[in-house]
Antibody, heavy 116, light 107 residues
Framework: EVQLVESGGGLVQPGRSLKLSCVASGFTFSNYGMNWIRQAPGKGLEWVAYISSGSSYIYYAETVKGRFTISRDNAKNTLYLQMTSLRSEDTALYYC?????????WGQGTLVTVSS | DIQMTQSPSSMSASLGDRVTITCQASQDIGNNLIWFQQKPGKSPRPMIYYATNLANGVPSRFSGSRSGSDYSLTISSLESEDMADYHCLQYKQYPNTFGAGTKLELK
């Protein structure tokens, strides 16, 4: 069974940093590209970033480019999102999702709250 | 970047109604569009992929269609379990982009 489990969210002050993790199981993680997608409270979904299976291809939304870094450790079956210079508008539930099989697999999300 | 304009933002309908939600793409995306259903406190679930194909386990009352740059999700006969938020996603190119979402409520 495919499982994606995010962690690392929490309350952080504006301008500070936070690193999210997503541990994958139930499939060969190193064979698949992965996404981070977020959802602000009461709002729609926003695609954040993508990384290919071997980390050769990386893409970001304009809203996070230059502040967020997506990475992965295939030996640890783990996807990361390093977030710096956080702003109040980054407050959201952050999901990791596998884009193959029509985005059928999502984690439960980890909540990031940016507030002083 | 490709913009996805989704409408309506919210709607209320009665059980048994036919309901249609639309996303308009600002550029050609081919049929590279997914419709998701999201219920409160849950992760999104794909309902329609490649614009017109029913995802695994999705009831046949759901369908997807395309007319030019307009993509539609239709529920032929609304059931209570269909009350949810619906989102479209284009995956033709990066950055992938979602529509703003539609909240479907019971009238």
């Amino acid at each position: 069974e495919v499982q994606l489990v995010e962690s690392g969210g929490g309350l952080v002050q504006p301008g500070r940093s936070l690193k999210l993790s997503c541990v994958a199981s139930g499939f060969t993680f190193s064979n698949y590209g992965m996404n981070w997608i977020r959802q602000a409270p009461g709002k729609g979904l926003e695609w954040v970033a993508y990384i290919s299976s071997g980390s050769s291809y990386i893409y970001y939304a304009e809203t996070v480019k230059g502040r967020f870094t997506i990475s992965r450790d295939n030996a640890k079956n783990t996807l990361y999102l390093q977030m710096t210079s956080l702003r109040s508008e980054d407050t959201a539930l952050y999901y990791c999702a596998r884009p193959t099989n029509w985005f059928a697999y999502w984690g439960q999300g980890t909540l990031v709250t940016v507030s002083s | 970047d490709i913009q996805m304009t989704q409408s309506p933002s919210s709607m209320s309908a009665s059980l048994g109604d036919r309901v249609t939600i639309t996303c308009q793409a600002s550029q050609d995306i081919g049929n590279n569009l997914i419709w998701f259903q999201q219920k409160p406190g849950k992760s999104p679930r794909p309902m329609i992929y490649y614009a017109t194909n029913l995802a695994n386990g999705v009831p046949s009352r759901f369908s997807g269609s395309r007319s030019g740059s307009d993509y539609s999700l239709t529920i032929s006969s609304l059931e209570s379990e269909d009350m949810a938020d619906y989102h479209c996603l284009q995956y033709k190119q990066y950055p992938n982009t979602f529509g703003a979402g539609t909240k479907l409520e019971l009238k």
